[in-house]
């Protein structure tokens, strides 16, 4: 009677696979192992993954997972833009004069030059309005002040005179009569109680003083040089002895700052030509 042979295991129940079959089965399999586990990960635009270019499962946001919610920036406040300050030069610098003068801040008429009396006019405004006292004036300031005032008129934009013209004397309310006021620092050209034109003057220093009172233009002179100083006089009108009105190069470019030789002069080219083709000898020259 045979013994029976134990049957291994792992052998099918069919049949028995010879050994060498087996070893062949055996390192298939661990080859197929090697070469599954072999792949390395490589970089593909800053993530880590396969050699296919695939994102690892930890770079996948997980599902159903909340997101961090990106915070929001909060823009910063703008600061106001300034639009003039102390130099600027413009029709906007003579119409934001006109409206502080009309409410007080600014005591002159417009000039369209933004200096230290309009700085100084702004800040007062800036600081009766709770707005920082700048003497600038920014967006914020010109929208409050043209939100307080109504856009100004030619005649508040382009008045005759640097300041108020004085009362007529009553000697310039007849005729025809070159009023002239050393309080205002205006000339009038009047007629019959009309004015026609005015312009700012003038006058003599201390030294060599203005003289006051009622006279006649007795002589013109368009292009009249001073035989005394040596200076031009264009325009003259003379009116007492070597005094005249005429047209002053040094008043038109330093202003109040200087002072004539006793004459009155005109800053104003224009004006004074035009005055000049008007003024008639024998007409009225008041000075008070």
């Known amino acids: 009677m045979r013994r029976a042979i134990p049957t291994p295991p792992d052998a099918p129940a069919a049949r028995r696979l010879p050994l060498a079959a087996a070893l062949a089965v055996t390192l298939a399999l661990l080859t197929a192992l090697t070469t599954l586990t072999a792949c390395r990960p490589i970089q593909v635009e800053g993530r880590v993954g396969s050699s296919s270019g695939a994102p690892t499962p930890s770079a996948r946001p997980t599902a159903g997972a909340p997101s961090t919610p990106t915070p929001t920036r909060r823009p910063s406040p703008t600061a106001p833009t300034v639009l003039m300050s102390t130099g600027s030069q413009s029709g906007q610098v003579r119409e934001l004069q006109a409206r502080l003068r009309k409410l007080a801040y600014f005591d002159r008429s417009p000039t369209g030059y933004y200096g230290s009396i309009t700085a100084t006019a702004v800040s007062a405004f800036q600081g009766a309005h709770g707005l920082p006292r700048t003497g600038r004036t920014d967006t914020t300031t010109w929208q409050r002040l043209t939100a307080l005032t109504p856009a100004p008129g030619?005649?508040?934009?382009?008045?005759?005179?640097?300041?108020?013209?004085?009362?007529?004397?009553p000697r310039c309310m007849t005729g025809r009569a070159l009023c002239i006021s050393k309080q205002s620092r205006s000339l009038a050209w009047m007629v019959n109680?009309?004015?026609?034109?005015?312009?700012?003057?003038?006058?003599?220093?201390?030294?060599?003083?203005?003289?006051?009172?009622?006279?006649?233009?007795?002589?013109?002179?368009?292009?009249?040089?001073?035989?005394?100083?040596?200076?031009?006089?264009?325009?003259?009108?003379?009116?007492?002895?070597?005094?005249a009105v005429h047209y002053s190069s040094d008043?038109?470019?330093?202003?109040?700052?200087?002072?004539?030789?006793?004459?009155?002069?005109?800053?104003?080219?224009?004006?004074?030509?035009?005055?000049?083709?008007?003024?008639?000898t024998g007409d009225k020259v008041i000075i008070y």
């Open 251 to 280: 008043f038109a470019a330093r202003g109040y700052a200087g002072a004539s030789h006793g004459c009155v002069n005109v800053r104003d080219e224009q004006k004074i030509a035009s005055l000049f083709a008007q003024v008639r």
């Open 193 to 243: 109680g009309s004015v026609v034109s005015a312009m700012d003057v003038r006058f003599g220093s201390e030294y060599t003083p203005t003289r006051e009172g009622s006279f006649t233009v007795y002589w013109k002179s368009r292009h009249h040089v001073s035989t005394i100083y040596h200076t031009p006089m264009p325009y003259a009108m003379f009116f007492s002895g070597g005094q």
């Open 154 to 169: 030619h005649d508040e934009l382009y008045p005759p005179t640097t300041l108020p013209l004085s009362k007529p004397d």
